[in-house]
């Protein structure tokens, strides 16, 4: 029997437990989410409810710890045979959010399951790229057709009943995970791909100057084109209450509790979006650096991961991944500091919400899993 | 494995691709640290000011405006706490949907709402919306705080009058500082929304009533619940105010009025005092005080009886005959004529082609000074003031105080009109005709004049030729130290006349109630001096007498001091429209002397000692020879 020499071999091969890696990549992940949950407390502490933010996020965590073992542990090329199935799920609970789902703010994103609500477009994040790198991978794909326009069509669905809700963040996401695997997989011409890749990443920044440049009442009525649920009253109030936290910080930040701008409320979604706000209200420029380093340092590791990779799939995975993690990080830190529009899309690992909270810490485990199934034999 | 091997090579080329994301994300993270490089650390001190404004409000704590007491120490005018409704500009988040909101729960008018919110003015302090919200109001705005960002509820004083429409014209109203006003340098220290007095002694005495504004400053969350006072300036509760008037006097004195339009003055010739003052139709000053509709103003404006209009300061009138006060004495004093010259009335007067009648029909016969002011002869006027000519009539008129403010201290004083050569030229640009002097002599024609002017001049005649300024205010306590202090009586002037005239003049205007046209005032409790007037209005002089409709109808005058012989009182009463002074006002003024009398007020503090020194010798020379009537 190949098949239980293979695992053997593998067990074998990864008795040793821990290696310095996984050791360097886990503590990276948990630095990050005490960070996030020290941030919700901040904001949250003095809720008066029984079961607070702060502590809800923590039994996401946990809750998200298992998924990180079971998607680090399991045979990703097993998780990967399943990806079309689960597509067809999330598909269908898509369609369902969107007659059953719980209204918030003008959105339809979740379904309420006894006191939490289960939001299905995080999962769909996954999901996709479970897909895509299993469609890439699963034969070898030729000519526009099967590496652009296919995939596409598989995207298509998903997205666009995710812009239903409306969820222009998610919606977003998508499409850059799509973006990136076509270009690292899906484009023949090296110089393209280069070339699309670096404009795709550099969109956003030379959206900022377009986005600059116009008028307030303009910014406003697209803005509410595509996404109302923010910023109900189009007066940037979110935004610039986001800035100003942001600004206030200064150096070293004004300390734990100390920032007015979330304790006072001033500044919505402090526990959820806005979370990067409150940290660098309380934690100034110094620790926003730091957080950026250890975000750098976590994708870093990632992109080693990929480097090491011994199949597509799993390099396929692990780059849909990261390009989701960069994408999320970076979009919502540039949209708290003022330089997008504010779309939502919560900061992984440091945002309050349940979905977000466990699909990203399964999708790290699945990493990690790329990793460890790197010696694995054919 | 042969699709494998061709995965494989797919492989190596998405790794070799890794550089691109490698450079990509350094690149990309790099833009972001020098967006919060340029938020934390070029603009942070920006930013932290912005954030320091953002939960800290300023909040205006509004003074107590100064008490209002009569003489006697009955309140006339205090604060009572209600609630006011603010908004603050930095928080509101959408201004449409709040105007929309608050038009609906309140019921008010959406464009009044948008003006208090879109005037110019400090915008870091919160606009006042509406005051004198109803507890139900208020709890409506608390309950749905959460979605009205910006609002709050304040419980503020709010001015009251106990009295109603008691002395409205002297105490007048509040009401928010205008933008015209709040441009004026007098307005400087106050703000959109603050209270000012807008009317009679609220008004001119403003400044010390007013009291000064106090700030707090303290620290919000973003639905403006408080959290922390971090800076508070206390408000100024204003001054106390204790008027001259005594408010039993000036209830009597409105009632007496009535429904009709007039004007009831009543002085203490010693000091000035005002004891009362009213003026009919009057106004509920609570109601003023309060934020009016367009509408509502409109309607008050374009009253037919002008409530607004004080008739005592500010109604202009012809004197007709209680101007032969002044005529007497001036004649005396000229020489024009002796007590005991003696002019014939045959009940018209010849000048040129024109005849100016007398009032009586057929005449009064033979006349001296005495029996013209008793039975108000015109002829005995119209011959004098011919000889005098209008000049010197002028310069006496000025003497007695018309034509100029008595000095009230009440806002828009008029002063009526003392016709000479010189005022045609310059008013009319026109000359002055021979014949003008005749209607003059007896106070018609071009002459006009206040009650208040009119109370001051026989009370000038009562208190022997020492006019007094009208004083209001007798004193003012600082509410910070609790310290009263006492507003001295002001002596304005004292008529040069030879020293036996006014002795005469009294004894005439004695003998008017005795025997002459006052007698309606005649009263078994004190001896009352006084005289008629009956002032034609101009329509009448060439309709027909009867059948005239009332509001072309004669003004009844009639002024009066009390007791005779030592003089306390002084009243000038003037009914619009009513006929004959002697049937009409006299009796008005005789009930209101009586009153006085009976009401038994202490002797003036504050009296110059000189005028106390001279009252009490005239009391004592006259109490000898008082007649037994």
């Known amino acids: 029997m190949p098949e239980e020499g293979t695992e053997m071999i593998d067990r074998v091969i990864n008795s040793r437990g821990f290696d310095n890696f996984d050791f360097r990549y886990i503590g990276l992940i948990f630095v990050i989410l005490g960070i996030g949950v020290l941030s919700i407390y901040s904001v949250t502490h003095d809720q008066g409810v029984a079961f607070p933010f702060y502590a809800k996020q923590i039994v996401w965590i946990a809750l998200g710890t298992v998924a990180f073992l079971v998607m680090w542990l399991s045979d990703y090329h097993r998780i990967a045979r399943l990806a079309y199935p689960a597509y067809a799920i999330i598909l269908i609970l898509l369609v369902v959010v969107l007659f059953e789902g719980k209204s918030s703010r003008g959105a339809q994103r979740w379904i309420p399951m006894g006191p939490f609500a289960f939001q299905p477009s995080e999962f769909a994040k996954l999901i996709l790229i479970l897909t895509l790198a299993h469609y890439y991978s699963e034969a070898p794909r030729v000519g526009w057709l099967q590496r652009v326009v296919l995939p596409g069509l598989l995207v298509l669905p998903g997205l666009l009943l995710i812009l239903k809700q409306p969820d222009l963040g998610s919606g977003l996401s998508f499409v850059a995970v799509y973006a990136a695997m076509l270009l690292m997989v899906g484009m023949r011409s090296k110089a393209l791909g280069v070339i699309l890749l670096f404009s795709l990443m550099l969109f956003p920044f030379a959206w900022e100057m377009m986005w600059g440049s116009l008028h307030d009442y303009q910014r406003q009525r697209i803005m509410t084109f595509v996404d109302p649920v923010y910023d109900p009253g189009g007066k940037g109030y979110h935004a610039l209450q986001s800035r100003i936290a942001i600004g206030a910080g200064e150096l070293t ?29 309380e934690w100034g420029f110094l620790g926003v650096l730091a957080l950026l380093l250890l975000f750098v340092g976590l994708i870093w590791l990632s992109l080693e991961i990929v480097a090491r990779a011994k199949d597509q799939l799993g390099a396929l995975l692990a780059v849909g991944i990261i390009c989701m993690l960069c994408f999320c990080v970076v979009i919502n830190i540039g949209m708290t500091a003022g330089m997008f529009p504010i779309v939502g899309i919560p900061l992984p690992l440091m945002s309050y919400g349940g979905s977000a909270t466990i699909m990203t810490m399964a999708s790290l485990g699945l990493l990690l899993n790329v990793k460890r199934r790197r010696l694995s034999f054919f | 494995m042969a699709t494998a091997g061709l995965h494989d090579s797919e492989l190596g080329e998405l790794q070799r691709r890794l550089i691109i994301l490698r450079v990509g994300l350094l690149l990309v993270v790099a833009l972001l640290g020098l967006q919060l490089w340029y938020l934390q650390i070029r603009e942070g001190p920006y930013y932290r000011d912005l954030s320091e404004n953002n939960r800290t409000r300023s909040v205006i704590m509004e003074p107590a405006r100064g008490l209002i007491y009569d003489r006697n120490g009955v309140l006339l005018a205090n604060n009572v706490p209600s609630f006011t409704l603010y908004v603050s500009l930095e928080e509101v988040q959408d201004r449409d949907l709040l105007i929309d909101q608050l038009s609906n729960l309140l019921g008010l008018d959406a464009a009044l709402v948008r003006n208090k919110l879109t005037a110019r003015g400090n915008k870091q302090l919160p606009r006042k919306v509406k005051d004198r919200l109803t507890l139900r109001e208020a709890t409506l705005v608390e309950s749905h705080r959460l979605d009205l960002p910006g609002v709050m509820v304040q419980v503020e004083s709010q001015r009251n009058y106990p009295g109603g429409a008691t002395a409205s014209h002297l105490l007048g109203y509040v009401g928010e500082v205008s933008p015209e006003q709040l441009e004026k340098p007098e307005f400087a220290d106050l703000h959109q929304g603050s209270i000012v007095g807008q009317y009679g002694v609220e008004k001119f005495f403003d400044r010390l009533v007013r009291g000064q504004a106090g700030q707090k400053s303290i620290e919000v969350d973003a639905v403006g619940h408080e959290k922390r006072t971090v800076v508070v300036e206390q408000p100024h509760a204003g001054d106390n105010l204790y008027l001259t008037i005594d408010v039993r006097l000036q209830k009597v004195a409105e009632n007496l009025l009535g429904e009709e339009s007039g004007a009831i003055v009543a002085l203490d010739p010693r000091t000035g005092d005002v004891l009362a003052m009213a003026s009919r139709p009057g106004f509920d000053p609570n109601i003023l ?21 004080n008739r005592a300061s500010q ?19 000229t020489k024009t004529v002796t007590p005991s010259t003696s002019i014939y009335c045959n009940g018209g007067y010849q000048f040129g082609r024109r005849v100016y009648h007398d009032w009586k029909a057929g005449g009064h016969g033979s006349m001296d000074l ?68 005749i209607s003059a002599s007896i106070g018609q024609g071009y002459v006009s004049v206040t009650p208040l002017q009119m109370a001051s001049l026989i009370g000038t005649v009562a208190n022997d030729g020492v006019t007094f300024r009208p004083r209001l205010v007798q004193a003012v306590m600082d509410r910070a130290t609790g310290e009263l202090q006492q507003r001295a009586a002001v002596p304005k002037r004292t008529l040069k006349l030879r020293p036996e005239i006014l002795p005469l003049i009294k004894e005439a205007l004695a003998g008017v109630v005795k025997e002459g046209t006052g007698t309606r005032a005649q009263s078994a409790l004190v001896t009352i001096a006084g005289k008629t007037g009956t002032a034609q209005t101009m329509a009448l002089r060439t309709g027909p007498k009867k059948d005239i409709p009332k509001k072309f109808r004669d003004h009844a005058w009639f002024v009066a001091f009390a007791p005779v012989e030592a003089p306390t009182i002084a009243v000038a009463v003037l009914a619009e429209h009513m006929g004959h002074g002697g049937s009409a006002s006299a009796p008005l003024a005789k009930e209101l002397i009586e009153t006085y009398v009976k009401l038994d007020l202490p002797a003036p503090s504050g009296v110059i000692a000189g005028a106390v020194a001279r009252e009490g010798d005239a009391g004592g020379r006259d109490r000898d020879d008082r007649p037994g009537d």
């Open chain 1, 253 to 281: 930040g004004k300390g734990l509790y100390g920032g007015t701008q979330s304790q006072l409320k001033f500044l919505p979604e402090g526990h959820t979006d806005f979370v990067f706000s409150v940290f660098a209200e």
């Open chain 2, 370 to 437: 005495r029996h013209a002011l008793v039975q108000s002869c015109d002829v005995y006027f119209y011959t004098v003031g011919q000889r005098m000519g209008i000049e010197t009539i002028a310069s006496f008129a000025h003497q007695f105080g018309l034509g100029e403010e008595t000095g009230i201290e009440l806002p828009s004083e008029r002063v009526g009109i003392v016709p000479s050569e010189a005022w045609k030229q310059k008013a009319k640009n026109e000359a002055w005709l021979p014949g003008e002097t």
């Open chain 2, 315 to 333: 109604g202009q009138y012809p004197p007709s005959s209680i101007f032969k006060v002044m005529m007497a004495a001036a004649a005396l004093e």
């Open chain 2, 289 to 309: 005080s309060r934020e009016l509709t367009p509408k509502q103003w409109a309607e008050i404006v374009q009253d037919e009886g002008r409530p607004l209009n």
